[in-house]
Structure formats: C-alpha cells, structure tokens
C-alpha cells in the first residue's frame, strides 16, 4: 500500500503530463478521490492513469445525489461537478415532461456522466437535453440506445466506455462496486489443452436438467453450481461452490475484443434479484457459450434474450 503522500505526488505528475482538458478534470476526480478516502492502492492508480477511463465513486456519488461539493477539491472539477449537477436537473426536467412511467433516469445520467469526460460536451440546452433523452425511449436493450446516441452525437463509443458506464450504473443503482475489477490486469487466458481439459468435464452433463441450487452430478445443476463443478473436477481451477455474483467478484473483467474460450461470460436481471449478476455461463469461442440452462447446453451470445441481459466478460 502506497502512503497517501506517495499517491498524491503521482497523481500530481500525471495531471502535470495530461494534455486534454477533460483528461485532467477525469484525473483531478481520482484525486479527489484520494483526499475523501485518503488511501488508495498504488496499482489501481497507476492502471487509473494508464486507462484514463476510471471513475472516482466518491465524486460520482456526490454529483447523482445533487451535492454539496467539498470545499477541499481542484477548482476545475468542482466546476465540472457543479456542471453536471445542473445538466442532471435539466436531465430531470426533460424526463418529467415525457410523463412515461417506469423511465429510467439513472441510465440516461450514467451515460451523460461518462460521455461528458470521454467527448468534449457542449452546448447543453433544451434542445440538446431533449434530443438526449430520446435516445433512450422505447429503447429495451443497449445496443439501440448506443447506436441512437453515436448517430445523435456523432460520436463512437469504446469497449472501455462501455464497460465504464454499465458499472457506473450498478454503482448508483444498487450500490455494487466493481471499479477495484475493472482498472485490474487480466491474468493469463487458458492455452489450448487447458481449455480442451475443461471441455471434457463440461460436455460430459449436455442435457443434463437445471436444478435450482443443484451443484453435482447425483442432483443436478443450477448454473453457478455447473461452473463451479465444471471448473474444479476438471482441474483447471479450484472453485468451490458459490454464486454467479461470487464467482464474479472473483474475476478481472474482460471486454469482448479480449475474452478468450474458458472465459466467463456473466448476465444480469435473468430473474428478480438484489444482486446485479444473476447467470452465468463458460465462453467456448465463436460467440457461443456453454451454459446451465434447462437443459446444459450451448448458446449463441448473439440472441436478443443474451444481448439484453449481457453484464460482462471476466477471467479466473
């Protein structure tokens, strides 16, 4: 663990070395960070300040709840914040007139929130706000909603985006942190005979029925119970039997330009729940994974049910 003097002076330097504007305001926010918790890893700042794509919980959780501001922070975050606290009343507004019930506002702040620091923003009037917003009407999955806002925004977003903004949300939405995941180094992916060894363990149960809280061959599986089973009596990775969200808050995070066969893919809102991650399922490549559904057996990534419920990649 680095001393709180140790980190400030990096991140120092690293607001002295970044060129953009709203690079800097993105940095002076993990600084704040810094000075509200004080102790910061030194890894997850250096991967911070490589990835320029992090966001500080704290002042993300600040500008959501409409303040107050803490007097102590950089002046141009904290006229950053004051920017983006007004644009979410405005966001507010725009939302209320719509009169639809059931929308979700905290989306559409969660993509304002990250677009404000990735693409230089301007121009935030009604017109803008209202164009904004009905990018996400009538919109059931993500990808309608990013394909309306690259096309009204002119602007394409990044794996890392993406990633930035689905974990924005989990964080205000319930609460769940997983920012420590995604600034991590993603171990190595399994070579071609580890994953085959996998495979053979995994293809043995095709067919086999989903068991709510089933975890062997004897009663069945439910799908955490199938990985976990599949993962350790394979020998590939020792997984004792535990939750999708557990099996999660166990992986780095991969995007889908890194994900590699033997990978876990992870699903959420499959049924009511008050964890983010509710399925799971092991990527075999092709966009295919294999997963306990009823019955075990393969599926293809790409159907609109897996596409709507997508929550991400992650690595063992």
Same mark, same amino acid.
């Given at each position: 663990m680095a001393s709180p003097m140790a980190v400030a002076v990096m991140t120092k330097k690293a607001l002295e070395l970044a060129e953009d504007k709203r690079v800097r305001t993105l940095l002076a926010s993990i600084a704040a960070g810094i000075v $509200?918790?004080?102790? $910061?890893?030194?890894?997850?700042?250096?991967?911070i300040f490589n990835t320029q794509a992090s966001f500080s919980q704290e002042v993300a959780r600040i500008v959501f709840d409409g303040g107050p501001i803490p007097t102590d922070i950089d002046a141009e975050l904290s006229k950053a914040m004051e920017e983006m606290i007004d644009a979410f009343e405005e966001l507010d507004q725009t939302i209320e007139s719509l009169e639809?019930?059931?929308?979700?506002? $905290? &989306?559409? &702040?969660?993509?304002?929130?990250?677009?404000?620091?990735a693409k230089d923003l301007?121009?935030?009037?009604?017109?803008?706000? /209202?164009?904004?917003?009905?990018?996400?009407?009538? &919109?059931?999955?993500?990808?309608? $909603?990013?394909?309306?806002?690259?096309?009204?925004? *002119?602007?394409e977003f990044?794996?890392?985006?993406?990633?930035?903004?689905?974990?924005?949300?989990?964080?205000? &939405?319930?609460?769940?942190? =997983?920012?420590?995941?995604?600034?991590?180094?993603?171990?190595? =992916?399994?070579?071609? /005979?580890?994953? /085959?060894?996998?495979m053979q363990e995994a293809t043995k149960?095709?067919?086999? !029925?989903?068991?709510?809280?089933?975890?062997? !061959?004897?009663?069945?599986?439910?799908?955490?119970?199938?990985?976990?089973?599949?993962?350790?009596? *394979?020998?590939?990775?020792?997984? !004792?039997?535990? *939750?999708?969200?557990?099996?999660?808050?166990?992986?780095t995070p991969v995007s889908k330009d890194e994900v590699k066969p033997g990978d876990l893919v992870f699903f959420t809102g499959t049924y009511q729940s008050s964890n983010p991650v509710t399925h799971i399922g092991i990527y075999v490549g092709d966009n295919q994974m294999l997963h306990c559904g009823d019955p075990i057996g393969y599926a293809n990534l790409g159907n609109s049910y897996w596409v709507k419920h997508f929550y991400g990649f992650g690595r063992l």
């Open positions: $509200i918790v004080m102790l $910061i890893p030194l890894l997850v700042v250096v991967s639809e019930e059931g929308f979700d506002d $905290i &989306k559409v &702040k969660s993509f304002f929130y990250i677009l404000y620091f301007t121009d935030f009037d009604e017109e803008f706000y /209202a164009g904004l917003v009905d990018c996400f009407v009538d &919109k059931d999955e993500d990808n309608e $909603i990013y394909e309306e806002l690259e096309d009204y925004l *002119s602007y990044t794996e890392t985006e993406k990633m930035e903004i689905r974990n924005l949300y989990l964080f205000i &939405k319930y609460g769940y942190s =997983a920012t420590d995941k995604i600034t991590g180094i993603p171990g190595e =992916a399994f070579n071609d /005979a580890t994953f /085959a060894q996998l149960y095709i067919g086999f !029925p989903y068991q709510w809280g089933g975890s062997t !061959p004897e009663t069945s599986f439910d799908c955490s119970g199938f990985v976990c089973w599949v993962y350790t009596h *394979s020998g590939v990775h020792n997984l !004792p039997r535990t *939750s999708a969200q557990q099996i999660y808050n166990q992986c």
